[in-house]
């Protein structure tokens, strides 16, 4: 996930280092942990998911989404949505705080920067920092876990199993017969598998079974 920032310390690739997956590793006692990372760029915001600014440097982005809307206005046909626009830059509020998601989507193809979800800067550490731009963004995070690893992976909110299965790899998507699925919250509740099961904390679902944040998945898939 590409993140556009203004805060030089910030640039280059993050890990967030999930204090849920460090858990996993060490009940597993995986011999490899893999984080999910962010990578920050100072260019090409158009292929950015979203901003994380300076307090103080937001305006400068209003600014510009402002005086795009106001020539926009002359020569479009969308014109009310175009006028409710203007109303928020100039109440100096960011489009994607302020707007409904339909009407985010319906400005898309005029890449307006604060239509993108913003995060401000407040010294924060970084782990802090990465979580509130995944959450955002919109994303969750689900996990893997067992002996040789413990991995990571972000995906969009109200993704499906299915959806996960194919963020691991194409033919676990193709081939999803079922999954088993524990919350990485219950690590500390059971024992073993067979306990986890039996305390109902570990559930086998079907490719109807929608991802929740910290969800750890197990998928059952034929070739």
């Not at 280059?12 to 590793?25: E, M, N, P, Q, V």
């Not at 707007?99 to 400005?107: H, M, T």
């Amino acid at each position: 996930m590409k993140i556009f920032t203004d805060i030089e310390e910030f640039l280059g690739k993050k890990a967030y280092r999930d204090k849920r997956l460090i858990k996993l590793k060490e009940r597993f006692e995986s011999k490899k942990i893999t984080f999910v990372s962010l990578e920050f760029t100072k260019d090409n915001i158009a292929n950015c998911e979203g901003l994380f600014l300076k307090k103080d440097s937001v305006l400068d982005y209003i600014i510009a989404d402002l005086e795009k809307a106001e020539t926009l206005l002359e020569r479009v046909q969308r014109r009310e949505l175009l006028e409710r626009v203007i109303k928020i830059l100039e109440e100096e509020k960011t489009l994607f705080s302020s707007l409904k998601e339909e009407e985010v989507a319906e400005l898309k193809n005029f890449a307006f920067l604060t239509a993108k979800p913003v995060v401000l800067f407040n010294g924060s550490g970084d782990e802090e920092a990465l979580e509130k731009i995944i959450d955002k963004c919109g994303y969750i995070s689900f996990f893997a876990a067992g002996p040789k690893e413990a991995r990571a992976w972000l995906i969009k909110k109200g993704s499906t199993i299915v959806d996960a299965a194919g963020r691991i790899h194409t033919d676990l998507a193709k081939g999803f017969i079922r999954a088993e699925v524990y919350n990485a919250r219950d690590i500390d509740e059971y024992k073993n598998p067979q306990d986890a099961k039996a305390k109902g904390i570990m559930k086998v679902v079907d490719k109807e079974y929608i991802i929740n944040n910290g969800d750890v998945i197990d998928v059952k898939f034929k070739v």
